[in-house]
């Protein structure tokens, strides 16, 4: 009897996140963290790389499992489509790993999770997935919208959003770089830091890991540049006070100057809020647990506010694997977001809206509905991120500029007349 394969920590444990993200709908990053806990550095960074690699792909994924298994996915017991997905994501999408590991350790993970009648099965189908996956893969067309989306693994409608708003060759470039990682970029609050300081996005650093002592410290904050970005183009000053209307988990918050009163609807976010504005010594920082949308009334007369509102995240889809399969557009809850930060600052005052998505629908369309005046200078402060169609806002994209998408203009509050 031949002996069994031993199942590495790093596969048993992105099997148990895919168990958890597509059977009882938890967060990727989430599950991972549970489910790596115990794990070393290198074993915890497979895992991620397993787990939200398959989740990203998984569209593609199960297209080819279908094909050359010859049963669709849907009709299969759970553990046998989580091992048969980890696997041909292993085939198709990872260099370096060798065929029996991906081939044999998702077999026995089917056979510790049971039935083990779908042992035999596991691993016929990912024996045919071995043998004929790659061609498959590079053979699949990408023409239109719908074939990129399923190349890439996309839902079709965010192709279609990005076949629209920025024409094929950008929304296929596009795809492409959402499936990679991006660079990692820290916020420097306090102290030095190793890495590179970035020429354009002041305080933003370009690093080769985390450093968890300065991130337990409050030293550094992990910060996209884009992310940065939206709270440097606030332009809050000592003197001033500004309102941030959706404001954890923090990051941009506990970037402002002067007195700053920091709004979040969720109770739970906004207690990591209050601990992300202890963690960085953001003294100036005052949490407030309330709807944007319904204010207290004593929350009135600021010089400025930030609404980065809450969107179908389609800019950072690189780092939340699971959020393209349950990302939808909320351009109606944005305007309402939009209007109620306006409505409590001061006439002259200036308002910052910003989305971390690249949707029109999401972006130009609500600042248009929104009529307020557009600030024209801040495409002129940051002219490398200017919007390829609006000059007058910025968009950065991860495919052009390496960071995550983001949508950001600035607008005027009418003065009285």
Known sequence: MAARTQVSPARAAAFEVLRRVFEQEAYADRALRAAAAELDERDRALARRLAFGTVQRVRTLDHAIGALGRRGVEKLDASVRAALRLGAYQLGYMDGVPRYAAVNESVELVRAAGPERAVAFTNAVLRRVAEGLRPLLEALPE????EAALKHSYPDWVADVWWRDLGAGHARALMKAQNEPLELVVRLVRGHIEGRLDPEVAGAWHVERIDEAALADGRIWPQSLASQLVGLAVGARDEERTLDLCAAPGGKATMLRGEVVAVDVNEGRARELSEAARRVRATNVRVVHADGRALPEELDGFDRALVDSPCSGLGVLSSRPDLRWRAEPLPDLQLEL??????????????????????????EAVVDASRLEVDETLAEEWPRFRHPRRPEFLQTLPHVHGTAGFFIARLQVPSRP
């Open 338 to 363: 939009l209007r109620a930060a306006a409505a409590r600052v001061k006439p002259g005052g200036t308002v910052v809206y910003s989305v971390c998505t690249i949707n029109a629908d999401e972006s």
């Open 143 to 146: 023409g239109s919208a719908h």
